[in-house]
């Protein structure tokens, strides 16, 4: 027999039948065979899924939603939430500087805190969940606009946004009547996003009122925690590490809102985010051992 014909031999339908058949045969003598249709899960998924659950119960999770819990619901939560527990953690650092800063320059009751974009949300969820009367507001890229009145170009969109600001208490009459000061507060990096919403605020919404005022949070985050002149490092790193792009986002459920799409304020209000609910019963939770916990009614309708 040629090689010709040798190659043809080996290459011939029924050989490459039979040379299936033995590496599907040795396949199967190495993977162990299922006894059942049944997955068993561990430990770590059962206790995943007893928290979702949980958590499933509420639209977004709150002081209620907190105190509605047993201690066994409260022991799995907060077993199966650790993933979120340093963000909270070190969210709680620096919120409760701040808030007792803010409280000794405008009095426990005398201002309402306001989180512009995603950024400040993080020490906005400390502040709610000490009492603090605390308004989010949903608006991102700000600063990508090609100058500091480009937003004109879109306020044929700005009625949702408008109705938005109504339902939170911010429009121009309920802020005129109010005996509070209105502190919105960004994080800043180069300064346009919170120039521009300055600008949107007070020449499209209305809100160029003296109890108004805008501000850097960046700035107001070292300063409270500061015992010198100097910042200390954990406000540094906290800056850094959640507020530099967004990243306490993920935790916190504010979304991103783009300039461009602010006509869907109502989208943001679909609450259904598993790492933000984490994220407010670690907080909770910690405030609650802490004795400091404490809910606001004027925070009801708060994103």
Same mark, same amino acid.
């Given at each position: 027999?040629?090689?010709?014909?040798? =190659?043809?031999?080996?290459?011939?339908?029924f050989i490459n039948k039979l040379r299936k058949s033995v590496l599907l045969s040795?396949?199967?003598?190495?993977?162990?065979? @299922? +006894?059942? /249709?049944?997955?068993?899960?561990?430990?770590? *998924?059962? @206790?995943?899924?007893?928290?979702?659950? #949980?958590?499933?119960?509420? %639209?977004?999770?709150?002081?209620?939603?907190?105190?509605?819990?047993?201690?066994?619901?409260?022991?799995?939560?907060r077993e199966a939430s650790k993933y979120?527990?340093?963000? *909270? +953690?070190?969210?709680? $650092?620096?919120?409760? %500087?701040? $808030?007792?800063?803010?409280?000794?320059?405008?009095?426990e009751n005398g201002y309402v805190f306001g989180c512009i974009g995603t950024s400040p949300a993080g020490i906005a969820r400390v502040l709610e969940f000490t009492g603090v009367e605390t308004k989010y507001l949903p608006i991102s890229r700000l600063n990508w606009l090609k100058n500091v009145d480009a937003w004109k170009e879109h306020t044929?969109?700005?009625?949702?946004?408008?109705e938005f600001l109504k339902e939170q208490g911010l429009s121009k009459e309920q802020v005129s009547a109010s005996d509070k000061e209105y502190l919105f507060y960004d994080y800043v990096q180069q300064g346009m996003s919170l120039i521009v919403f300055e600008k949107m605020m007070k020449e499209y919404f209305g809100l /160029?009122?003296?109890n108004v005022g805008f501000h850097n949070l960046n700035? @107001?985050?070292? =300063?409270?925690?500061a015992k010198n002149v100097e910042p200390p490092q954990y406000a540094i790193d906290y800056?850094?590490?959640?507020? /530099?792009?967004?990243?306490i986002g993920q935790f916190s459920g504010v979304s991103h809102l783009d300039i461009n799409e #602010?006509?869907?304020?109502?989208?943001?209000?679909?609450?259904?985010? @598993? $790492?933000?609910?984490?994220?407010?019963?670690?907080?909770?939770?910690?405030?609650?051992? +802490?004795?400091?916990?404490?809910?606001?009614?004027?925070? *009801?309708?708060?994103?």
């Open positions: 027999m040629n090689i010709q014909n040798l =190659s043809a031999t080996f290459n011939s339908p040795q396949c199967e003598r190495r993977l162990p065979s @299922l +006894q059942s /249709d049944s997955v068993e899960l561990s430990n770590d *998924a059962k @206790l995943q899924l007893q928290a979702n659950r #949980i958590y499933s119960r509420s %639209k977004k999770f709150t002081i209620d939603d907190y105190k509605s819990l047993t201690k066994l619901e409260k022991s799995i939560l979120s527990k340093n963000a *909270a +953690q070190e969210s709680l $650092k620096v919120g409760l %500087k701040v $808030k007792e800063h803010l409280d000794k320059r405008y009095g044929d969109k700005f009625s949702n946004y408008e /160029d009122l003296p700035f @107001l985050c070292y =300063s409270s925690c800056v850094d590490k959640y507020m /530099d792009g967004s990243v #602010i006509d869907k304020i109502e989208e943001c209000k679909q609450y259904e985010n @598993l $790492k933000a609910k984490m994220f407010n019963f670690n907080l909770i939770d910690m405030l609650s051992k +802490q004795g400091l916990l404490k809910e606001n009614p004027l925070n *009801a309708k708060s994103l």
